[in-house]
T-cell receptor
Framework: NAGVMQNPRHLVRRRGQEARLRCSPM?????VYWYRQLPEEGLKFMVY????????ESGMPKERFSAEFPKEGPSILRIQQVVRGDSAAYFC?????????FGSGTRLTVV | QKEVEQNSGPLSVPEGAIASLNCTYS??????FFWYRQYSGKSPELIMS????GDKEDGRFTAQLNKASQYVSLLIRDSQPSDSATYLC???????????????FGQGTILTVHP
């Protein structure tokens, strides 16, 4: 039973490019969360999604960031026109009756 | 703004000692409390959850919750070098036993256990 799958593990983008981060939840989980972790800091909540719905996006920056969790396929966190300050580890988690599980993260580096 | 506060450390203890990690939270509506361990470059892994006032023990780990003082702690007995990691405290608004909703994390405490 595969856990939460995130890809890519590492992503390098130049300033101004777009970054797309993917997350496939654990089998049977329909709730997905995205967190960002800056170096030497804790995880900061970004967005909470269920299939085709955004439940809570209170942690999402107002501009350039968007997230979706379509009926079919993985959840996508999209960052447009990346800046150096977007460099961080982005963790996805999913939850179901059996608990809350984190993926291995995507480490985004903006150069 | 809900806040979770931890001493960032580093906390250094000798092998075999008890490590004590502390966390305070601002939202009295918080219902569920979690301790995660995160090794450098890795994802957080859940080590303890606690929902009611008092102590909860699991092997070498004991979580303590005091809702009146808005305080949660983690004790690690017989600390081992492999326990060296960052420990993250997290809280959730949902009633204990559920697994839904966002987690609010503290900034983490770096623990070093030296031989």
């Amino acid at each position: 039973n595969a856990g939460v799958m995130q890809n890519p593990r590492h992503l390098v983008r130049r300033r101004g490019q777009e970054a797309r981060l993917r997350c496939s939840p654990m089998k049977g989980h329909s709730h997905v969360y995205w967190y960002r972790q800056l170096p030497e800091e804790g995880l900061k909540f970004m967005v909470y999604l269920q299939k085709e719905n955004i439940i809570d996006e209170s942690g999402m920056p107002k501009e350039r960031f968007s997230a979706e969790f379509p009926k079919e396929g993985p959840s996508i966190l999209r960052i447009q026109q990346v800046v150096r300050g977007d460099s961080a580890a982005y963790f996805c988690a999913s939850s179901g009756r059996d608990g809350y599980t984190f993926g291995s993260g995507t480490r985004l580096t903006v150069v | 703004q809900k806040e979770v506060e931890q001493n960032s450390g580093p906390l250094s203890v000798p092998e075999g000692a008890i490590a004590s990690l502390n966390c305070t939270y601002s939202d009295r509506g918080s219902q569920s409390f979690f301790w995660y361990r995160q090794y450098s470059g890795k994802s957080p892994e859940l080590i303890m959850s606690i929902y009611s006032n008092g102590d909860k023990e699991d092997g070498r780990f004991t979580a303590q919750l005091n809702k009146a003082s808005q305080y949660v702690s983690l004790l690690i007995r017989d600390s081992q070098p492999s326990d060296s990691a960052t420990y993250l405290c997290a809280v959730n608004d949902n009633a204990g036993g559920t697994s839904y909703g966002k987690l609010t994390f503290g900034q983490g405490t770096i623990l070093t256990v030296h031989p």
